[in-house]
């Protein structure tokens, strides 16, 4: 069928609205139609480097229209929520961890199928796709049945899409891996979408001390109205002296979604002893590394992907808590049309966005 996508011709050039062709779902597949999309900051770095000509975009909530042969569970009129795909089959999917799956790479950054094949074409030309099982930057995807979620079609479709990636990273690093019990500190390096949602998680868990720390105010303010305890604007304060005031004998937990050596080193260095320190942030630099002392006395440093979660057990828990009013992530979305893409882009570039949601109305 002919679909709508923002097509990324070459390597980090602009999104160009272009009609392509999707084949039919595979028989472990399924075709969703696309209510909305969120614009995380992985679609932009992997526009620099994913091979092209290439359909991104992985924070998708949308209707099914039609269901491969072998799908279970999933019939046409559901409401989905997107997220990565996994195998199935490894021994970490076994274990319950499809987030970590051996397979995670080749099936959700190689463009193309594990068979080799792409559901999208443009004149008869392959187009790369199934980016984290689905590329969403379109008006339908085909996706594997194991990346969706059903989820209660009373709920909005809108805000939904940012669950599968941004939201469910922050919460799901804080809710499913650290997990901190009641009363005990944490700070958040980079309050964006990702680290808004674990401050939420956080605040959630009945942690004392939700620390905030990010360059820009407007995020701290945000940060703050979402349940931050304490802001630290890094930029204009020494965040390593503030947070000693803050936590004397150092910090239960960390996390850092920013993705700089030097602030995940303030992290660690920052914990108390056997602290937890949950790395997040992708880029941009390539490597950390710790004076010996700053590990020696059990802290420790967890790779965390998003959010450790089972998507379909905790994205439906996420969105009843959003529902009730206590996963609170309306303030940090704008909405576009899907047509103001480049806009929509633009605006997250700046900072003036923290999480676009691109909608087909
Ligand atoms: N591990 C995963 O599974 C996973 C999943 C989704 C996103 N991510 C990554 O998480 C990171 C955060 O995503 P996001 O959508 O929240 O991005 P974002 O750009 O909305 O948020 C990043 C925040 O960090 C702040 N920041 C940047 N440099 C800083 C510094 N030196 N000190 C303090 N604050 C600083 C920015 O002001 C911004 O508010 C990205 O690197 C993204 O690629 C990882
Ligand atoms: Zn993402
Ligand atoms: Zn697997």
Not at 129 to 154: E, K, M, N, W, Y
Not at 334 to 357: C, Q, W
Request: glycine letters at 14%; hydrophobic letters at 40%; charged letters at 15%.
């Amino acid at each position: 069928m002919r679909i709508t996508a923002a097509l990324l011709e070459k390597s980090s050039q602009p999104f160009k609205l272009t009609d392509l062709e999707l084949s039919a779902p595979g028989p472990d597949e399924v075709r969703v139609r696309v209510a909305a999309v969120g614009i995380c900051g992985t679609d932009l770095e992997f526009a620099h480097f994913f091979p092209t000509p290439a359909v991104l975009g992985h924070e998708g909530s949308g209707v099914v229209e039609a269901v491969g042969g072998r799908v279970t569970g999933l019939e046409p009129g559901d409401h989905v929520a997107m997220s990565f795909t996994s195998c199935g089959t490894c021994r970490t999917c076994r274990h319950g961890a499809p987030a970590y799956c051996t397979s995670f790479d080749a099936l959700n950054f190689s463009g193309r199928r594990p068979d080799g094949t792409t559901a999208l074409s443009l004149g008869g030309q392959d187009v790369n796709g199934h980016f984290l099982g689905q590329s969403s930057f379109a008006s339908h995807v085909i996706a594997p049945a194991r990346a969706l979620t059903r989820i209660d079609p009373a709920l909005d479709l809108d805000p939904v899409g940012p669950f599968g990636c941004g939201f469910q990273t922050g919460a799901g690093g804080v809710l499913n891996v650290l997990k901190p019990p009641v009363g005990s500190s944490i700070a958040v390096f980079g309050a964006g979408a990702v680290g808004t949602a674990a401050i939420i998680a956080a605040s959630l868990s009945g942690c004392a001390s939700v620390v905030a720390v990010d360059l820009d105010d407007r995020r701290l303010a945000a940060a703050r109205a979402a349940g931050a305890t304490e802001t630290i604007n890094s930029g204009s304060t020494d965040a390593a002296a503030a947070l000693r005031d803050i936590a004397p004998g150092g910090l239960d937990f960390a996390i850092d979604t920013t993705g700089h050596e030097k602030v995940l080193r303030t992290a660690v260095e920052a914990l108390g002893p056997l602290g937890r320190a949950g790395v997040i942030g992708i880029g941009p630099s390539e490597s950390m590394s710790f004076e010996w002392r700053s590990v020696l006395n059990g802290r420790s440093i967890t790779g965390i992907i998003a959010g450790g979660s089972v998507p379909q057990t905790f994205l439906p828990q996420l969105l009843a808590l959003h529902a009730a009013g206590r996963f609170p992530v309306d303030p940090l979305i704008t909405y576009f049309p899907f047509d103001g893409i480049g806009e929509a882009i633009g605006a997250v570039r700046s900072g003036d966005v923290t999480k676009a949601v691109l909608t087909f109305g």
